[in-house]
């Protein structure tokens, strides 16, 4: 650390962090844009940052009517993965990661990705069978992904119980040893940072109340903070995309949950991969505070709120204590729910509406974080030229009456929520 480092530190720790610069502008809406995002989440960030860098469109707003990533953006569990089967979500998570592999440096802001592999546990030899043809699909589709037997899970992760008495015994797992985890809010950061570079206005404390509609178009978005008119408008906002759709007088195929996740109190470093398991389902990380990072299904109801109920919590707790037994004795430090957003088979909806400047990025089910460069990227590009981009092609709202579904629920890592 430099001395003026040091003495910059210092003096904004004593004032209170009051002298550190903004990193991004706080604009008044201005009456017209070429392009408005509803959504400052990750996902609408990342599009108005590409919109900019990659299309040249910068007369560009970003609305949020809270704060930046304060939905799901700040509340899940912060995996990165493209483990996928069928060849649609392949192309779509893997061309994800390899902007995740480039984002700190892309952003000239540290998102912390750290690549310490995902493993998936299989207990039954259905399980066996179903992971080993999926990872024979990701390596015909370029993607790494390596079968381990017991005595190597062993001796990967020591303090997991692999021994054959155990009440759902390891048979082996599937990992990707390139997966691993993001910091979430930083994600956030770095891309409203970013946009605003560029000259995008992000505008907090500005809630969608109604959309201006004539000749199939729409003419203007209605806020708390004034009308705003649009040339083309971007929906991204994760668990509430069907609220914002009705407003626009669309019904999507989606249903909105919650997702729970919690935090136990910090311990040394024991765990340096990512852990999942279908068959008691759950999923577990380390911080790099220390605290173990869980979460599970989401609640069976339908739900707009940010928490969930105590029975999963306890449902997820007793997965890891069955799968850990040495964790038994930590106790849970906070929980968080965030907004889910499920489409009928499990995969997003990116692309255009029926009406003809309204654009959708939502129906992420359990995906979206791990999504978050591509679907920025491919929505920006979906916008920008009002067609989508191949890779997002299959991910059309049009499938729900075409029938061209992507169901990859019996081939996921969570068969439950893919």
């Avoid at 079968?147 to 054959?164: G, H, R, T, W």
């Avoid at 997702?259 to 008691?280: H, T, Y």
């Amino acid at each position: 650390m430099t001395r003026y480092s040091f003495f910059a530190l210092a003096r904004n720790a004593l004032s209170g962090h009051g002298h550190w610069p903004e990193a991004w502008r706080r604009p008044e809406p201005k009456p017209r844009y070429d392009v408005v995002i509803v959504g400052g989440g990750g996902h609408g960030l990342a599009t108005a940052y590409y919109l900019a860098k990659v299309h040249g469109i910068t007369n560009v707003a970003v609305l949020e009517k809270g704060w930046l990533g304060g939905g799901n953006t700040g509340r899940n569990t912060t995996i990165v993965r493209s483990n996928y089967y069928l060849p649609e979500n392949s192309r779509f998570y893997e061309f994800s990661l390899k902007l995740w592999e480039q984002l700190s440096s892309e952003l000239n802001y540290n998102v912390m990705f750290s690549q310490r592999g995902v493993l998936n546990l299989a207990h039954t030899d259905p399980e066996v069978d179903a992971f080993l043809r999926r990872g024979n699909a990701m390596r015909l589709n370029g993607i790494d992904a390596e079968f381990l037997s017991v005595a190597e899970i062993e001796k990967l992760v020591p303090i997991l119980d692999c021994s054959p008495d155990a009440r759902y015994p390891i048979r082996g797992g599937l990992i990707q040893r390139r997966a691993g985890t993001a910091r979430h809010d930083a994600v956030a950061w770095g891309y409203a940072r970013g946009a605003d570079g560029f000259g995008v206005d992000i505008i907090e404390n500005c809630e969608v109340t109604g959309f201006s509609i004539g000749n199939g178009r729409i003419a203007a978005v209605e806020t708390t903070r004034g009308t705003i008119k649009a040339e083309k408008v971007g929906i991204a906002v994760a668990g509430s995309s069907g609220l914002l759709a009705a407003m626009a007088g669309l019904r999507l195929p989606i249903e909105s949950h919650v997702l729970q996740a919690f935090v136990s109190e910090p311990i040394k470093p024991v765990l340096d991969i990512v852990v999942s398991s279908a068959a008691v389902h759950m999923y577990v990380s380390q911080s790099d505070k220390g605290e173990l990072v869980m979460g599970g299904a989401i609640d069976g109801y339908n739900s707009y709120a940010q928490r969930g109920s105590p029975a999963t919590i306890e449902h997820i707790v007793a997965a890891l204590v069955t799968l850990f037994p040495c964790f038994s004795r930590l106790r849970i430090l906070r929980t968080w729910g965030g907004l889910m957003d499920m489409s009928m088979d499990g995969n997003p909806i990116i692309g255009k509406t029926p009406i003809a400047n309204l654009y959708l990025n939502g129906g992420w089910c359990i995906g979206g974080f791990k999504a978050t460069p591509a679907s920025g990227w491919l929505f920006a590009h979906t916008i920008a030229h009002d067609r989508p981009h191949e890779i997002n092609e299959p991910f059309a709202l049009a499938r729900f009456a075409t029938g061209r579904t992507l169901d990859e629920r019996g081939a996921g890592p969570f068969p439950w929520l893919q």
